[in-house]
């Protein structure tokens, strides 16, 4: 790591330190893993970030032609496909990477901000893929926002938040939540680069020279 | 519209959604069992 | 934690990990099984329900629920907030947060759905007449003749309304078969969401009327949509819906969940703390011990061990 000679007096250069104290470019990009990290089980998080990278993608070409233009295009229709087939594979993903976390008890070490960031994204993940169901304007939308609106009115935040208006709906799923989940992602991502994998449970001591 | 569920006591399930489950079992269980590929060792 | 070296930066055995590579793997193996996936299955598309539609195929129906929303008797009439104070709402034990809400979404079902729309319509002489009739009557007298009406629309046995007794259901008749009218006509979808507005994306109107009827649901439960049939996690046609959904919808399908009048102020209550018990698994003594009691570990990191044998 290195050390300035001078400390930052500028407030640039505390966050810069701060920043890269925490997460050196060879702790961001490592070109190594520890040794246990050893299974396929592992590549479920990039799995899931991968399927996010097509929900998104799918989503902004859905965007070019407004929210009705799947209905009569047939290319519109197949992205919306697409869509559909990235959200599956991204909760998929996502649920296996949770069953493993939880197994190899990944919270170990001070890392149950990786682990209550993680579940945060799957939460955010549901909410954003129930405000995209509700703007789907086709029938499947009027069903599920009639009967969620009981759900939620009945705890009074219904009141605010009104799953009938298309407009509100629209906006929380293609601006707000995107946005949101995308950054819980990044915060949840650097906190594994900056605590690292979580060692076996009982590891033991080992030489540094393998 | 030809739709298919299975029902077991309280539980109703549809076809896909059992098989979107039963895949995220078995991928989970593969994971798990099959051997990753060995790395170069690393000082 | 016995030394805590998990929370130690790791000193021992390391292996090359290609990151960069790894991601890139990732997209182009995702990315070949969504394009393959999304050509050959699709995605469902059924058409939304026009009030038309509504109004040509269920006539009945669509009547009975207009007589019902002047009568003030429909679903959304007797709701309570956020869109009146018909009623308090759902309660946790004490807890009223139903209420708490606010009515934030005011609706009055009659002028919101049959008189006002109807208002902006041309009308025929006889709508023209019951709506006059209608305005210039008492709130008292506007909810005798609909509740009347509605009433005896129930009491016939196949519900229809061209067949129901005499009674003294003042234009409350005219004006639900008005609303029919103009809905065949397709001179309703639009104008109900609108309300007399030029832009409008809210469709609170139109679909709280729709969901007052019988005629949504029934179409939904023949694909498996409805609350009793874990209809959260379905999806029109054969697709794959909302599986991770399983425990929110769970509950609903048992006792004392499935009879309550309370049951979505309730399922909600109890999600709520399953879910922050989930965000905290960490803290959780017992639950954070099961991954050592069920030592599924043993087989992730089995190389790790077999490397690395328990000193005896």
Sequence with gaps: MTSHVEHASTWTGRLRDRFFGALPPDKLLPEEQPAYVASWIYVFGVATIAALAFVIGSGLVLTLEGPLWYHSSSVGHYVNSVHLWSVELFFLFMVVHLWGKFWMAAWRGRRAATWITGAICFLASVGTAFTGYVMQTNFDAQWISTQAKDGLNSVGIGAWFNVLDLGQMLLFHVALLPLVLGGITVWHVLLVRKHGVVPPIDAREEETTS | ?43 | MSTDLASRPWTGANREYDLAKELVVALLVVGALVIGLAFAFGSPDEPSITLQTWAKAAPADFVSTAAAELAGTSGTATYGPPYNSAADGQTIGPLNLQKLGGVRIPVDTAQAFVVGPLHRQVGTAEVTAALSAWDAASADQQASWAGAYSDAIAAEPDGDYTKVATGDYGPAPALSAGLLAAAQAGGLDGALGAQGQFFSTDYTYPLLFLADGAYLEDQARAQHLGGDQWGMMNETGNYPGQSWLWLYTFWYQIEPFSSSDNADAWVWGLMMVLTLGFVLVPFIPGVRSIPRWIPVHRLIWRDYYRNHPRKT
């Design chain 2, 1 to 43: 519209m030809n739709t298919h569920f299975l029902t077991w006591g309280p539980i109703q399930i549809s076809i896909a959604n059992l098989v979107i489950i039963g895949i995220g079992l078995a991928l989970f269980a593969l994971a798990i069992a099959l051997p990753f590929p060995k790395g170069r060792k690393r000082p």
